[in-house]
């Protein structure tokens, strides 16, 4: 294993507590709950929102972590759901009158641990309610869920429910805003390479030299296939096809079309991917309207990408295209 | 060889018109000489701003094309000088009254082809300069240099004299204020794998298991030494002394940090660098005012990183907290 770390025990404390380091003004870190959250929150204006995953697929939660974002994120462990009290004190500190909203990826052990936390809240008189996230088409169930399992396309319900709680919305429209995003976007990957958690120190899978694995999971869970290395543009019109006829997607509709790098591979490639599915998009009449073309959700350093589509209308236009921060900078 | 891509000899050509279709409002693409450009530029209001390098270093240079950035880029194949051609007429498209800064990175290939370039556009009367950047204190000279490389610390000439562009400052001001910026900044790298050209398809060179590169150049040139795999902590040290004490920096200077992802190393892993940098800063009394954590000049799939510091004045830290348009969108 070559990968810049430390003690391996460490790997996401000191993570985290880089990115801490890194934004002094604009993130505050709670060592005991893995806990990064945005200074003077909660506040009684607006809905807390937050997430908890495993780690290793940042930026992923905790660098979606700011304004119009994320108000807090608790991760677990590389590929661990965040135990039981993580959960339960993240809700507790982000406690707010309007309510606490908790995204969770359609994972059994994620929202395991949420659930039983937001009982535990409940049971305290805290107002929290759930929006689950399950766009990844590639399988029905999986090694890690019943039903489908949520990737990336988590990274629209955040930005509209971040966006939309900035300006005030109940946490009844959170839900009911968050549940229509998740039904309105679609997501499939494919994975070149494995990756290895720090602590493991292996691969978690393995691929042969011309080998991928189409429909892989985040954590490299078995996908629809596995298939022989093929050209990109091949690649792509399968993952785009998947997702089209899956909602399905029609002529005229307007999307947010995502190209997402699953940690290994490089931005150079992502963009030769995105040649081909916005000429797809054209061809099938719709309308990219907003694009994403960089690694939102990872797996450590996987080589792969994933392809995202959500369906777009005025009010989520408006949304994702409200200010937000976080804590990447690219200029 | 397992890489996103189609015919090899089309890599470039395709991730650039990927870029542009990713950004119909705010890039230009001239597929004859691999020509990113800002729309409605040049303007006779402003110095326009250029760079081309070889490709697989994104988003150097083609993704850091916008306002308050460069005007244009226009890459050679990977790893690979634009051509005569291509510099020249990027000089011609981009002429503006106020003359054009070309910046580049001292690699030999580079600095013929700008050169020759800027005597033919100023046979025909075009004021053009040239601001040469060299921050890579890894090695005197190298296999692709007569003195020192250019590195990650090219990101923060383009930033610095983009913003004073944008601002009206005259061509002698902003040679003055890249050459400055680059006697400031220092740039120390390790690779802990090596990189596929799709053209090649091999490695470009090769590590063993438990080995680093420790001040590796961008195309995978040798730095100082072999070593063996040792922690993070230990790396950023390593790196942290050399920049440092190459300057040298001293107690009480404010300075921006940059931990630069080479390609295959996940942001993760840069954090958990980010994180010992920060220290060290701390320890040598540098108070770190801006920090960078992402990928700015990369090497395709090459896991490794490298550690910039640039000593700020009240100038610099005004010009690169300046708004900029980048084409890699992070929410």
Redesign the interface.
Known sequence: M?????DPVN?VP??????A??NPDTLKYEPKYNLIYRPNMPSNDKVSIIQGSG??H??AHV??VGR??LDAACPGNVFSAPPVEYCYETIKMMNSEKGVLYLVNNYQGDRMGWDMAKEMAEAEGINVKVVVIDDDVAVQDSTHTVGRRGVAGNFFVI?ACGAAAEKGASIDDLVALGERVNKQVRTMGVA??SCTPPAKGEPIFSLG??E?EVGVGIHGEPGRRRDK?K???K?VSEMFDAVYTDLPFQSGDRVALMINGL??????????????A??LCQEKGLTVVR?????YC?S??M?G?SLTLLKLDDELEELLAAP????????
Chains 1, 2 share one sequence.
Do not use: H, Q, W
């Open positions: 070559k990968k810049f770390v430390n790997f000191e993570m985290l507590e880089g990115l380091l890194a780690s290793g940042e930026p660098m979606a119009g974002m930005k070149l390479t030299e011309d991928i290395m050209t990109a543009d690649i940690g290994g591979t490089p931005v150079s490639e992502l963009y030769l991917l995105y040649r081909k916005a000429l694009n994403y073309v960089n690694e990872t450590l350093e080589a990408a937000a921060e976080v804590p990447i900078r690219v200029f």
